[in-house]
T-cell receptor
Framework: SQTIHQWPATLVQPVGSPLSLECTVEGTSNPNLYWYRQAAGRGLQLLFYSVGIGQISSEVPQNLSASRPQDRQFILSSKKLLLSDSGFYLC?????????????FGPGTRLTVL | KQEVTQIPAALSVPEGENLVLNCSFTDSAIYNLQWFRQDPGKGLTSLLLIQSSQREQTSGRLNASLDKSSGRSTLYIAASQPGDSATYLCAVRPPRAGNMLTFGGGTRLMVKP
């Protein structure tokens, strides 16, 4: 069966510090991968998606970046965090053509920037 | 640009009641619509997915309907239980490739024993 992992689960970082959040998927090959952010009082916003290794598309301009060094690994990064980067970050995967076309979400990372 | 709205934002009901959550979207050109459940501080769990050609989907006590032409979907929960307490999110997928979802703001449901 497929599983998706995110770490760390929680993170408190000062403004201006770097960020690296990791997401890995097991039990599937060539998944589509997604990073979402859920800020307090706001809906779920798609940040990045990837259809393959090294292929990243950004949905919104920001000081975050994403990378996909391996088929089942998706990393969200920042060189300098802003207060507005605080939120709940969710990684998700899907496989097009699987019949269900459902996105499956990880447990999330709670980021607080102080 | 697709916009998804969920009403109400919060709902509190006594245990045993049947209830309806609403989702509306501005662009009727969708590929599918999904309903998710999110428990506090947790990720999302997919509940039901309705393809654009379908009218409804059922899973246990849950029934989701889709009226694509009017840009509306409802999630019906029968005989609600305290364990149903969570935030319910709907999301629509456009017909283009990539499976990018646009989410509504969610309805926070509290079922009181």
């Amino acid at each position: 069966s497929q599983t998706i992992h995110q770490w760390p689960a929680t993170l408190v970082q000062p403004v201006g510090s770097p960020l690296s959040l990791e997401c890995t998927v097991e039990g599937t090959s060539n998944p589509n991968l997604y990073w979402y952010r859920q800020a307090a009082g706001r809906g779920l916003q798609l940040l990045f998606y990837s259809v393959g290794i090294g292929q990243i598309s950004s949905e919104v301009p920001q000081n975050l970046s994403a990378s996909r060094p391996q088929d089942r690994q998706f990393i969200l990064s920042s060189k300098k965090l802003l207060l507005s980067d605080s939120g709940f970050y969710l990684c998700a995967w899907s496989v097009l053509g699987s019949g269900t076309d459902t996105q499956y979400f990880g447990p999330g990372t709670r980021l607080t920037v102080l | 640009k697709q916009e998804v709205t969920q009403i109400p934002a919060a709902l509190s009901v006594p245990e045993g009641e049947n209830l309806v959550l609403n989702c509306s979207f501005t662009d009727s050109a969708i590929y599918n619509l999904q309903w998710f459940r999110q428990d506090p501080g947790k990720g999302l769990t997919s509940l039901l997915l309705i393809q654009s050609s379908q009218r409804e989907q059922t899973s246990g006590r849950l029934n989701a309907s889709l009226d694509k032409s009017s840009g509306r979907s409802t999630l019906y929960i029968a005989a609600s239980q305290p364990g149903d307490s969570a935030t319910y999110l709907c999301a629509v997928r456009p017909p283009r490739a990539g499976n990018m979802l646009t989410f509504g703001g969610g309805t926070r449901l509290m079922v009181k024993p």
